[in-house]
């Protein structure tokens, strides 16, 4: 099994930065792709980034452009560096990762999410 614990949430103002860490924990082993997703109140849970093991990201159209998403060489840390943040951009947001042996981002694993809040 594996849990994902994100940190790095907060109250921020608009055209401000934060960056977001989520990290591995248990059969780390088995984690391969990793991604982060945001919840805004009212609305469906929305993919923001995706990295693969060998570093290849995706953005949404949003946020390209402002939030860059890594993983370290161990690659079970995934960070979310996000800036130009928009109030907009005020959500929940979730770490995720998919297991080496089940399909290529169908997420297996989510983490319990942190709050991100941009004030206009």
């Known amino acids: 099994q594996v849990q994902l614990v994100e940190s790095g949430g907060g109250l921020v103002q608009a055209g401000g930065s934060l960056r977001l860490t989520c990290v591995a924990s248990?059969?780390?082993?088995?984690?391969?792709?990793m991604a982060w997703y945001r919840q805004a109140p009212g609305k469906k849970r929305e993919l923001v980034a995706a990295?693969?093991?060998?570093?290849?990201?995706n953005y949404a159209d949003s946020v390209k452009g402002r939030f860059t998403i890594s993983r370290d060489n161990a690659k079970t840390t995934v960070h979310l560096q996000m800036s130009a943040l928009k109030p907009e951009d005020t959500g929940v947001y979730y770490c995720?990762?998919?297991?080496?042996?089940?399909?290529?981002?169908?997420?297996?694993?989510w983490g319990q999410g942190t709050q991100v809040t941009v004030s206009s």
């Open positions: 995720a990762a998919d297991s080496l042996v089940g399909r290529p981002f169908e997420w297996d694993y």
């Open positions: 248990g059969s780390r082993s088995s984690v391969s792709n």
């Open positions: 990295i693969t093991t060998l570093g290849s990201a």
